[in-house]
């Protein structure tokens, strides 16, 4: 069950402000003020956010540059946001993001902070008498449970994220210790088997933003990407990107490599009217 949020209506501004001082060699002196900003109305079904800069000008003065307008609304519950206005997509990365005025319908896991996307470690064995489990990471105890004698076994033992050894402690209640190494790996490069995370946005390309030249150009483009935990190890992805004269589509898979890390494999294809290409790409981390 998603945990409860605080709902309310009201505004909010933040801002970034910069003054800089400076001199020629003829003894003219002067100063630049410059500023970031981004106002935001809220409200219980979403927000309204506008973000604008003001830029000094050579002969003085400041200019006044738009940014990004959109409206956001977000479900807890399902874990999803749909942005209308201003947007960039996301996706792998051979692909690159796509300004764009239009909507945007996505997952968004930082809703949910009950939820775990990541496969986190386990541990299986063996208690011949009733016993108490203890898993550290480091000095620090990450997990304590009570076992029944015989077979048990551990899921999702909250251990941070990367890679290392933990230590394993099974004590009986006879007071009889055994002491095992659980080496793990844990990567957002990875999602739980059956988790999809996903990103459609679709608009016309938006030019030149934050700058004076500031246009959306004619024609819809679209956008599509996905990935989905297939097994503990294995992540699978596709993303797609359409609009007119163009047309692109790729697959690609994260794999575990043990307790190293893991292995990114993936392959695309584009092409226009005029040419087309291919891409192969092979990355780890």
Known sequence: EAPGIDQGL?????????VSHWSDTGGATGRDLSGQFDLRFFTPV???????????????GHD??????????????????VQLGDIATRGPGWARPVRLGGLMVER??????????MPLAGFEGRADLPSTVEVYSGSLLAYSAEVPAGPFSIRDLPLASGSGVARVVLRDVTGKETEADLPFLVTDDLLRPGMADFALAA?????GAGTESDSYVSGIFATATLRYGFS?????????????????????????????GTAHVSIAHSRTSEQSGSLVDVASS
């Open 64 to 81: 006044l540059l738009r940014l990004d307008t959109y409206w956001r609304s977000s479900f807890p519950s399902r874990a999803l946001q």
């Open 203 to 207: 608009g016309r390309p938006r030019l």
């Open 108 to 117: 968004n896991f930082g809703l949910r902070a009950d939820i775990v996307t």
């Open 232 to 260: 503990d190890g294995v992540t699978f992805s596709a993303h797609a990107e359409g609009g007119p004269d163009l047309a692109m589509g790729g697959i690609g898979a994260s794999l575990r490599i043990g307790q190293i």
């Open 46 to 60: 979403g927000a309204l956010s506008h973000g604008f800069a003001a830029a000094p000008q050579q002969v003085g």
């Open 10 to 18: 009201g505004v909010v501004l933040n801002y970034g402000l910069s």
